[in-house]
T-cell receptor, first 112, second 113 residues
């Protein structure tokens, strides 16, 4: 039972470098989400995709881009990483019929 | 707009004691309410949810929460804490018609032997 799979689990970047965080779900869910988690801040929504082919900005989209590659995959790209983007990133998915979200294990990113 | 307030960033209890984690929400329409748990180095997983059925909701691992509209609260309780309950707990609210939740800032539950 894979659920939501995120890669990589850990990453260290230098300021200005770019990278893509990958997320895939095998539950045939329509909606997918990217969050960042910072100490004392809870989860903040970066981008979401209500269905294949659509993406929308969340609360903190600046500095990020996303691609809903197909129904299974939703990637998050940092074009030019900044130290303020040091965080734990979570991908989640949910079926249209339910408001419950299913989360991946997270990607721990440090930008030096 | 909707928002969630979790009172207390840390709650410390002794093993066997009552667990009470507080959550208050604001929503202009009847809300859907959730509690998620996050164990160290893991993603969030659903504990329980309220979606306008019974106001007392039972979840996994002996947790339950009661929706009190007059108090705009959805506090999480467990009669007897276990060491394995040590984790971060998040309250979330989604208003009807939306599938985008607003999460609280989280409460870290510490369980002492």
């Amino acid at each position: 039972n894979a659920g939501v799979t995120q890669t990589p689990k850990f990453q260290v970047l230098k300021t200005g470098q770019s990278m893509t965080l990958q997320c895939a779900q095998d539950m045939n869910h329509n909606s997918m989400y990217w969050y960042r988690q910072d100490p004392g801040m809870g989860l903040r929504l970066i981008y979401y995709s209500a269905s294949e082919g659509t993406t929308d900005k969340g609360e903190v989209p600046n500095g990020y881009n996303v691609s809903r590659l197909n129904k299974r995959e939703f990637s998050l790209r940092l074009e030019s990483a900044a130290p303020s983007q040091t965080s734990v990133y979570f991908c989640a998915s949910s079926p249209s019929s339910s408001l419950v979200q299913y989360f991946g294990a997270g990607t721990r990113l440090s930008v030096l | 707009a909707q928002s969630v307030t979790q009172l207390g960033s840390h709650v410390s209890v002794s093993e066997g004691a009552l667990v009470l984690l507080r959550c208050n929400y604001s929503s202009s329409v009847p809300p859907y309410l959730f509690w998620y748990v996050q164990y160290p180095n893991q993603g969030l997983q659903l504990l329980l949810k309220y979606t306008s059925a019974a106001t007392l909701v039972k979840g996994i691992n002996g947790f339950e929460a009661e929706f009190k509209k007059s108090e705009t609260s959805f506090h999480l309780t467990k009669p007897s804490a276990h060491m394995s309950d040590a984790a971060e707990y998040f309250c979330a609210v989604t208003k009807g018609g939306s599938y985008i939740p607003t999460f609280g800032r989280g409460t870290s539950l510490i369980v002492h032997p």
